[in-house]
């Protein structure tokens, strides 16, 4: 389950020792944007150490490298992946072949390393417009990739917009990417909210994301990580309909009737499809109930 990642530079070790204790249900350990090309390879061997040393439980480990146009890329990933992160993200993907070189160099290290195909998860990164209309060919490039993230603060620049909070902007965006990953069967991960003190804000751009159907949402703040676990989780009332809903179909099927009704609407696939989802979640997070 990942419901929130929280963005860490991977040039402060204070909040890289400090990462598991931030509520996040995984941790982006940051070599790119946060890092200047100074810093690249004493963040670097920080991240491979914090990998290395530190136990972050069911904390996700996730690591953003620098993108294939530069010259550190390699290097950040001969570097971490001996410390098996359970993600690598890939920034500014623009076309499937970048998924692919990646892929492909992330292949040849862990038949280095003896380790299983695959065993490193792949992100791509969307923030170029190409990125946006190659997202499902983005989607399918390899069996590694697992998910797909918007960033719209380099895609508004190359749309040559303004960012702003209300984020009308980047709808497009937001929708193509939800449906370009749901059709190619991996998840999907809207943008950092944008202003860390508004606490409105960020509820109510979390329930947006959710309710055009993103798997959870990105933070660059540990202070949005709560409300972001809570949108992205499902309220009690959610999981008391979801049982009720299955409890409707096995008794349905007890009865031998080929439909059911349940508070005065038809329970059909899709609804019971959903409550499958909402009750899986439930069990993930402890909320589900226990089966007799």
Request: charge should be negative; aromatic fraction near 6%; glycine fraction near 6%.
């Amino acid at each position: 389950m990942r419901r929130s990642m929280l963005f860490l530079p991977g040039n402060n070790p204070n909040m890289l020792i400090n990462g598991n204790c931030l509520g996040a249900d995984a941790i982006i350990f940051d070599l790119e944007d946060a890092v200047s090309p100074a810093e690249k390879d004493a963040a670097r061997i920080l991240v491979r150490n914090t990998l290395r040393y530190m136990d972050f439980g069911g904390c996700e480990r996730i690591v953003r490298i620098n993108s294939i146009d530069t010259p550190y890329w390699k290097k950040d990933l001969s570097t971490i992946l001996p410390w098996k992160p359970d993600m690598i993200l890939l920034p500014k993907t623009g076309a499937a072949a970048d998924a692919q070189a990646v892929d492909a160099y992330l292949t040849e290290l862990e038949q280095q390393l003896g380790m299983e195909p695959n065993t490193v998860a792949l992100m791509p990164l969307i923030e170029t417009a190409m990125g946006v209309e190659n997202a499902f060919s983005i989607a399918t490039a390899a069996k590694r990739v697992r998910a797909l993230f918007l960033g719209a603060e380099d895609l508004t620049t190359d749309l040559q917009c303004k960012r702003t909070k209300e984020s009308k902007e980047i709808f497009y965006a937001r929708t193509r990417l939800v449906m370009a990953a749901r059709a190619a069967g991996v998840e999907v991960y809207d943008t950092p909210f944008i202003d860390i003190n508004d606490d409105i804000g960020i509820r109510e751009d979390a329930a947006f994301a959710k309710d055009l159907g993103f798997s959870g949402k990105v933070s660059i703040s540990p202070r949005h990580v709560e409300v972001i676990n809570e949108v992205f989780s499902p309220t009690q009332s959610e999981i008391d309909y979801a049982y009720e809903v299955l409890d409707a179909i096995a008794l349905a099927k007890k009865q031998g009737k080929g439909a059911i009704s349940l508070r005065g609407k038809m329970i059909d696939a899709p609804i019971v499809t959903r409550a499958q989802q909402t009750i899986s979640m439930a069990m993930a997070l402890g909320l589900g109930r226990e089966e007799a």
